[in-house]
C-alpha cells in the first residue's frame, strides 16, 4: 500500500484543536486501510518563534520540503503582535508557499444543504452551490517590483505597486484551471480587468490561446472581473471553475466564501508544479480561518474548515477521491441531523464542541465503511 507523508502544522490560537480533530480521521481512514498515512508535527507561527525565535525553523522546512502534503491550522494571536516584522506568526506561512512555490490556491465554495439557510443569500441562489475559485498566489500587484513609497520632497509621498504577470505564470495557473474543470462541470470562467490594465489583456490572450491549444474540450468564459463580483452574488450556480489573478483572486475568494455561511466551514488548498519523478505537487491544506484568540481554548471551534481541508489532500495529493466523496457526506450527513459547533448554530440545533463534532463525523464515516 502506497505511504503518504504528512506534516501537521497546528500553528497558534484554535489551531491545535482543529488539528486534532484531523487526526481522528486520518486515524479512521488508517484504521480501515484506506491508505497508510505517516504523520510528522512541527511547529509554526507564534509557537515556533517562542520555541526557535522564527516562525519557521529550518528542520520543519525541510519537514515540509519532505512531505507528500502539508496540513496547516492556524498562526497569530495578540501574545505576538510586537514580535519583530520578518519573524511574526504570519512569516511562517509565507515562507511556505515561497519556498514550496505554492502558486495555485484553491478555494472552493460549498453550500452544505443543511445551511443554506445560514447564507445571506436567499437559500435558492445558494443551495447546491459548488464553485471553485483559483487564484494565482504568488505573482501580480502583491509581489511586483517596484514595490514602494518614495518622498517627493514637496510634502507629497508616491506610493507604488506593480502588476506583472509572465505568460509562463498565467499559462500553468490557467492548466491548474483546466483540469479542475474536466474532473467537475468541465466550465472555465477566467477573469481579469483587459478593459483597462495590460496584464489582463495578456492573462485574456494567453488564456484564450492555451485553451484553444490544450483544453478545448473544456468550456472556456472570460468575465471582468468587476462585473464577475457582481455575478457572484446575483446567481453563483452559474459557475464551475473560476481562475484570476492573486488580488481579484482574493477578494473575489472572500466573497464566494461569505455565500456559504461561516468561516469556519471554508477548507483551502495550495499546489504548487507537478515533480515529474513522484508525479505529486508540493501541496499546502489550510483553512481559510485565522488562530481565533477569542475562542481558542474553549471547544468552540468549527473543525469542519480544517477537516475539509485533509479531504482536499486526499482529493488533490493522493488520489482517494472515494475517500474524499465520503468525507464530504459525513460532514453533510452530520449537519444535516442538526449537529452544529456554536458559530454555525441556528434554532432548534443540537449544540457540538469541537471535539463532539470531530467524534460524529468520525462515527458517521464508520457507518459508510466497506
Ligand atoms: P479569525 O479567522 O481568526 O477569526 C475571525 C472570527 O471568526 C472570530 O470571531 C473567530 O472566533 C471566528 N472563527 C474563525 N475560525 C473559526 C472556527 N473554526 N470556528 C468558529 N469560529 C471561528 O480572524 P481574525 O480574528 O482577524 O484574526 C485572529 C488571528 O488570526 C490574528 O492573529 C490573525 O493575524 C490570524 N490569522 C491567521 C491566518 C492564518 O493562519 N492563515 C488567517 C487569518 C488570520
Known sequence: MTIFKLLLLPGDGIGPEVMAEVEKIID??????????????????????????????????????????????????????????????????????????????????????????????????????????????????????????????????????TQVYDTFEIERIGRTAFELARNRGNKVTSSEKRNVMKSGVLWHEVMTALH????????????????LGMQLVRWPKQFDVIVTDNLFGDMLSDVAAMLTGSLGMLPSASLGDVDPKSGRRKALY???????????????????????????????????????DRLDAAIARVLADGLRTADIRGDGDRLASTGEMGDAIVAELGRSAG
Request: proline residues 5%; negative net charge; hydrophobic residues 45%.
Open 212 to 227: 484553444k491549444r490544450e483544453y478545448s474540450d473544456v468550456k472556456l468564459e472570460h468575465q471582468l472581473a468587476d462585473a
Open 28 to 161: 479512521c481512514f488508517a484504521s480501515e486501510g484506506v491508505a497508510k498515512f505517516e504523520t510528522e508535527k512541527g511547529l509554526v507561527g507564534g509557537c515556533a518563534y517562542d520555541a526557535h525565535g522564527k516562525a519557521i525553523s529550518e528542520a520543519d522546512m525541510a519537514l515540509a520540503g519532505a512531505a507528500d502534503a502539508i496540513l496547516f491550522a492556524a498562526v497569530g494571536g495578540p501574545k505576538w503582535d510586537g514580535v519583530p516584522y520578518d519573524v511574526r506568526p504570519e512569516a511562517g506561512l509565507l515562507r511556505l508557499r515561497k519556498d514550496l512555490a505554492l502558486y495555485a490556491n484553491l478555494r472552493p465554495a460549498i453550500c452544505y444543504p443543511a445551511l443554506a439557510s445560514a447564507s445571506s443569500l436567499k437559500p435558492e441562489v445558494v443551495e447546491g452551490l459548488d464553485i471553485m475559485i483559483v487564484r494565482e498566489l504568488t505573482g501580480g500587484v502583491y509581489f511586483g517590483e517596484p514595490k514602494q513609497i518614495i518622498d517627493l520632497g514637496n510634502g507629497q509621498k508616491r506610493a507604488i505597486d
Open 286 to 324: 489550510e483553512p481559510v480561518h485565522g488562530s481565533a484568540p477569542d475562542i481558542a481554548g474553549k471547544g468552540l471551534a468549527n473543525p469542519i474548515a480544517m477537516i475539509g481541508s485533509f479531504g482536499m489532500a486526499l482529493r488533490y495529493s493522493f488520489g482517494l477521491n472515494a475517500a474524499a
